[in-house]
């Protein structure tokens, strides 16, 4: 399985900004979409933010103008731009990526990997 691992959190004051990287073990060339997502203990994880193999951006309404997710060429993975931190966005940040798996046979597996997450702490 492919392996993902976040890093580029820590603690910021309010309005400040932070960017998340992930890196996957094995390069991802077959994907539906990557993104991010948040959870703090006891709630559901959110989605934040995302972009589909053919490079369509959606956001979480309380990220829109403040967050930008682009992709990284090399690790053909997600970036996250966090700006204008507020202490809401304190939550533990996942890397997500929805993908296909293609065995030696040709045969397709939907495959959802997933980080174990990078903390983000926004406080003054």
């Known amino acids: 399985q492919v392996h993902l691992v976040e890093s580029g959190g820590g603690l910021v004051q309010p309005g400040g900004s932070l960017r998340l990287h992930c890196e996957a073990s094995?390069?991802?060339?077959?994907?539906?979409?990557m993104g991010w997502y948040r959870q703090v203990p006891g709630k559901e994880r959110e989605f934040v933010a995302s972009?589909?193999?053919?490079?369509?951006?959606s956001y979480a309404e309380s990220v829109k103008g403040r967050f930008s997710i682009s992709r990284d060429n090399a690790q053909n993975t997600p970036v996250l731009q966090m700006n204008n931190l507020k202490t809401k966005d304190t939550d533990v940040y996942y890397c997500?990526?929805?993908?296909?798996?293609?065995?030696?046979?040709?045969?397709?597996?939907?495959?959802?990997?997933w980080g174990q997450g990078t903390q983000v702490t926004v406080s003054s």
């Open positions: 997500h990526a929805d993908a296909v798996r293609v065995a030696v046979d040709y045969s397709v597996t939907p495959s959802d990997y």
């Open positions: 094995e390069r991802i060339d077959n994907f539906k979409s």
């Open positions: 972009f589909t193999v053919r490079s369509v951006t």
